[in-house]
């Protein structure tokens, strides 16, 4: 039943994650005609919302990982989704461990940035207090917590990974 739970929140987070990598994320590498004006809008709104610049004017760094996002990760998206609507697919495990190795690693350069850079206050102005780091670190959050709780399900799971003396009883049959 956990395992169920656990499968479904993945779900809902892979499902989610194609259009916002589609409609928001790739728009810091795409041609600017690409986009109609009302996601343009939703981006400008979200950076001016949540002070979040990298978006609007991304450091080459942050543009590595939303390419690493669009080429890696989005073939792996709808993968994932199907799986884990499914539930109980043992075949996505070691690329659902890839997948969460990776995305926590870029995690941690984005949250030390947002938590420890001197964010200019024109003309996309960052989070410069404290509580705004925080509120932007909340939306951030969960493509941390997320992979780094699939990591754990895809590694300790019955599911998705046998005891040893499951897998020990079976070549003795």
Not at 156 to 170: I, M, T
Request: net charge neutral; charged share 15%.
């Amino acid at each position: 039943m956990c395992t169920r739970i656990l499968e479904l929140i993945f779900f809902f987070y892979f499902a989610s994650h194609i259009p916002i990598t589609l409609f928001i994320d790739l728009q810091a590498l795409l041609p600017e005609h690409v986009y109609p004006q009302p996601l343009k809008d939703l981006l400008h709104w979200y950076a001016a919302e949540f002070k979040d610049p990298m978006v609007l004017e991304p450091p080459v760094w942050f543009k590595s990982f939303i390419l690493c996002e669009a080429l890696v990760q989005m073939p792996f998206f709808p993968v994932a989704t199907y799986a884990f609507y499914k539930g109980g697919c043992r075949w996505i495990r070691t690329p659902a461990i890839i997948y969460s190795a990776h995305v926590a690693t870029t995690l941690i350069p984005i949250l030390s940035y947002v938590l420890f850079h001197e964010f200019p206050a024109t003309p996309h102005p960052g989070p410069q207090t404290l509580e705004e780091r925080f509120t932007l670190i909340t939306i951030y959050a969960p493509y941390l917590l997320v992979p780094i709780m699939l990591l754990f399900t895809m590694l300790f799971s019955p599911v998705y990974n046998p005891a040893p003396q499951a897998k020990e009883s079976k070549k003795l049959q």
